[in-house]
T-cell receptor, first 115, second 113 residues
C-alpha cells in the first residue's frame, strides 16, 4: 500500500520552455503533498508544501512564479517548471501523506534536464 | 541551515558487519524521526521510523536508537549485505509544519563482499 506515482521519470526540454510533472497517490488520499529537489550526491531540499484545494506554501528562496504547484484533487499534485533554464536541471521528487498520517511516501522522482 | 546533522558522509562495511549512521538535531519540537534508503535514480524509501517516546525500535536487521536528552538518533544495520549498499538519509519532522521532512545530508554506504 501507500504508493506514490510520479510522471514522467525523465524529461529533457529546451531552455525557455515549461515542463509539468505529475504526482499521484494511487491507493490513498493525500491531503498534503510535498515537492523536493535533489542535486547529484546531495540531500533532498523541500521546495513547497501542497495542500488540496489551497495555495501551496513555498520555502524561502523558491520562486513561486517559476515553480507552479497545483493540488487539484486528493490524489494529484502537479509541479510546472516555467521558462526552464539549465540551472533548473535537477531531480524533482514528490511525497505524500495520508489524512492524519505523519508517514511520507515518495515517488520515484523526475530527472529534468534543460538544454 | 541544516536542521539535522548526519555522519559519516560515507561508510564502507564488510559483509556481515554492522553499519552505524548517526544523526543529531536541535529543534525539540521535532516528534517524528524516520530513516530513508535511496538507490541511484530512485526516490527515497522509508526504512524505519521512531517517535521520541521510545528509546529503541527494531525491524528485522534495522534498529533505531534514540537519545532524547542528547537530541541524537542512530541507525544500526546488522549483518550488512551488499544489497544494503545505498544512500541513507535520516530526517526529522513535526506536527506544526505538517510533518514536512528535514533531511540530513545523507550517508553513502558500501557493503563489500
Amino acid at each position: 500500500g501507500a504508493v506514490v506515482s510520479q510522471h514522467p521519470s525523465r524529461v529533457i526540454c529546451k531552455s525557455g520552455t515549461s515542463v509539468k510533472i505529475e504526482c499521484r497517490s494511487l491507493d490513498f488520499q493525500a491531503t498534503t503533498m510535498f515537492w523536493y529537489r535533489q542535486f547529484p550526491k546531495q540531500s533532498l531540499m523541500l521546495m513547497a508544501t501542497s495542500n488540496e484545494g489551497s495555495k501551496a506554501t513555498y520555502e524561502q528562496g523558491v520562486e513561486k512564479d517559476k515553480f507552479l504547484i497545483n493540488h487539484a484533487s486528493l490524489t494529484l499534485s502537479t509541479l510546472t517548471v516555467t521558462s526552464a533554464h539549465p540551472e533548473d536541471s535537477s531531480f524533482y521528487i514528490c511525497s505524500a501523506s495520508g489524512t492524519g498520517s505523519f508517514t511520507l511516501h515518495f515517488g520515484n522522482g523526475t530527472r529534468l534536464t534543460v538544454t | 541551515q541544516q536542521q539535522v546533522k548526519q555522519s559519516p558522509q560515507s561508510l564502507i562495511v564488510q559483509k556481515g558487519g554492522i553499519s552505524i549512521i548517526n544523526c543529531a538535531y536541535e529543534n525539540t519540537a521535532f516528534d517524528y524521526f524516520p530513516w530513508y534508503q535511496q538507490f541511484p535514480g530512485k526516490g527515497p524509501a522509508l526504512l524505519i521510523a521512531i517517535r521520541p517516546d521510545v528509546s529503541e525500535k527494531k525491524e528485522g536487521r534495522f534498529t533505531i536508537s534514540f537519545n532524547k536528552s542528547a537530541k541524537q538518533f542512530s541507525l544500526h544495520i546488522m549483518d550488512s549485505q551488499p544489497g544494503d549498499s545505498a544512500t541513507y538519509f535520516c530526517a526529522a519532522s513535526m506536527r506544526n509544519s505538517g510533518y514536512a521532512l528535514n533531511f540530513g545530508k545523507g550517508t553513502s554506504l558500501l557493503v563489500t563482499p
